[in-house]
């Protein structure tokens, strides 16, 4: 009776949405193919990694085996981060799919299924995933969860007049490291007998990090020290900022992408980019970008054709398919508007 009604609460959570989420919300990752070179203006060249993780991939949904453990990933970046770390050793489950947002995501009965049945669910954590955190909490644990990028020390942001932890942790290579070494552990204790086989994969992923952050610190310094200032639809790039050296300099929205901007606000952000004198600001892949047009317009700079990644990764084959290429193509196209080489 008590697990009925688990079942009944967790359903009701989104019952008005069901018709319209079914059958889009979950999706098995597979592992793109990566690498790292040098070629171009912007020094971003994407090669097939010859490496074992490259060459692996995921039970998919036609090839699951039932004596592997299950792991249920609930955004895409972390989804990506398993992915490359437990290739085929794990059936692996994504609630959400590439440019789903994890701020206003609301999961359905399936994901609830998915949630039980999971010996290893791994989530952000620092309420990114404010839907699915309440789903879990409403359904039966069987399997282990794991906040995973609450390894990293949070900065703070206002939300509502109060002071809450940045979930956007990923803007921080370093953090993304620390992420990687968890994801690692958390496999091997659900699957000791492929500790070798985790290790490996994940210290070759930690060494492809290292040398992303090397990167982007280095591009980040081309550009003028005076243009060295961001301004995004939404509050997701503090991490970005703090560890590559860029003032974020205002967004439209805060912390999430619930949040309406007020005529005030945007008002106020036109006065300061006018002020600043930056050459461009800069829409988001998951966001309408109607405003920030507006805002651009009003200030009279240029907005970014190319959108930056904040929330999620792109669909496979696309220019931004893996955390890696995100985390690329955003210094890339942030270098390029603010006048770096």
């Given at each position: 009776?008590?697990?009925?009604?688990?079942?009944?609460?967790?359903?009701?959570?989104?019952?008005?949405?069901?018709?319209?989420?079914?059958?889009?919300?979950?999706?098995?990752?597979?592992?793109?193919?990566?690498?790292?070179?040098?070629?171009?203006?912007?020094?971003?060249?994407?090669?097939?990694?010859?490496?074992?993780?490259?060459?692996?991939?995921?039970?998919?949904?036609?090839?699951?085996?039932?004596?592997?453990?299950?792991?249920?990933?609930?955004?895409?970046?972390?989804?990506?981060?398993?992915?490359?770390?437990?290739?085929?050793?794990?059936?692996?489950?994504?609630?959400?799919?590439?440019?789903?947002?994890?701020?206003?995501?609301?999961?359905?009965?399936?994901?609830?299924?998915?949630?039980?049945?999971?010996?290893?669910?791994?989530?952000?954590?620092?309420?990114?995933?404010?839907?699915?955190?309440?789903?879990?909490?409403?359904?039966?644990?069987?399997?282990?969860?794991?906040?995973?990028?609450?390894?990293?020390?949070?900065?703070?942001?206002?939300?509502?007049?109060?002071?809450?932890?940045?979930?956007?942790?990923?803007?921080?290579?370093?953090?993304?490291?620390?992420?990687?070494?968890?994801?690692?552990?958390?496999?091997?204790?659900?699957?000791?007998?492929?500790?070798?086989?985790?290790?490996?994969?994940?210290?070759?992923?930690?060494?492809?990090?290292?040398?992303?952050?090397?990167?982007?610190?280095?591009?980040?310094?081309?550009?003028?020290?005076?243009?060295?200032?961001?301004?995004?639809?939404?509050?997701?790039?503090?991490?970005?900022?703090?560890?590559?050296?860029?003032?974020?300099?205002?967004?439209?929205?805060?912390?999430?992408?619930?949040?309406?901007?007020?005529?005030?606000?945007?008002?106020?952000?036109?006065?300061?980019?006018?002020?600043?004198?930056?050459?461009?600001?800069?829409?988001?892949?998951?966001?309408?970008?109607?405003?920030?047009?507006?805002?651009?317009?009003?200030?009279n700079v240029k907005l970014a054709r190319t959108q930056l990644y904040s929330d999620s990764i792109d669909v496979r084959g696309s220019r931004g398919d893996?955390?890696?290429?995100?985390?690329?193509?955003?210094?890339?196209?942030?270098?390029?508007?603010?006048?770096?080489?």
């Open positions: 009776m008590e697990n009925e009604t688990k079942m009944k609460n967790s359903e009701n959570i989104t019952k008005h949405n069901w018709e319209r989420k079914m059958g889009r919300n979950r999706h098995l990752i597979g592992i793109g193919s990566w690498g790292w070179g040098k070629a171009g203006k912007f020094g971003f060249f994407l090669i097939c990694s010859t490496l074992m993780i490259g060459c692996q991939s995921p039970n998919l949904s036609g090839d699951r085996k039932p004596d592997q453990p299950k792991v249920v990933v609930t955004n895409t970046i972390i989804g990506d981060l398993t992915a490359k770390v437990a290739a085929d050793k794990v059936n692996l489950v994504s609630l959400l799919k590439p440019g789903d947002d994890p701020h206003v995501y609301e999961p359905t009965p399936q994901d609830s299924r998915a949630l039980e049945s999971a010996q290893l669910v791994l989530y952000n954590g620092y309420n990114l995933e404010p839907g699915i955190i309440r789903m879990m909490e409403s359904t039966n644990r069987q399997g282990k969860r794991v906040a995973v990028g609450e390894v990293a020390k949070p900065l703070t942001l206002s939300k509502n007049g109060e002071t809450v932890p940045d979930p956007h942790v990923w803007g921080d290579v370093k953090n993304v490291i620390l992420m990687v070494g968890k994801i690692r552990d958390e496999l091997t204790g659900i699957s000791p007998e492929n500790k070798a086989f985790f290790s490996q994969n994940g210290e070759q992923l930690i060494a492809e990090l290292k040398k992303l952050d090397h990167a982007i610190a280095q591009k980040i310094q081309t550009i003028p020290p005076q243009n060295r200032r961001l301004v995004t639809t939404h509050d997701a790039f503090q991490y970005y900022g703090k560890a590559y050296g860029i003032e974020i300099l205002g967004t439209l929205i805060g912390i999430s992408t619930e949040e309406q901007p007020s005529a005030q606000t945007v008002k106020n952000l036109v006065t300061t980019i006018q002020k600043s004198q930056i050459p461009t600001i800069f829409a988001e892949t998951t966001l309408n970008p109607n405003l920030i047009k507006t805002v651009a317009q009003e200030a893996s955390y890696i290429k995100m985390m690329q193509e955003n210094t890339k196209t942030i270098v390029e508007g603010l006048g770096g080489r």
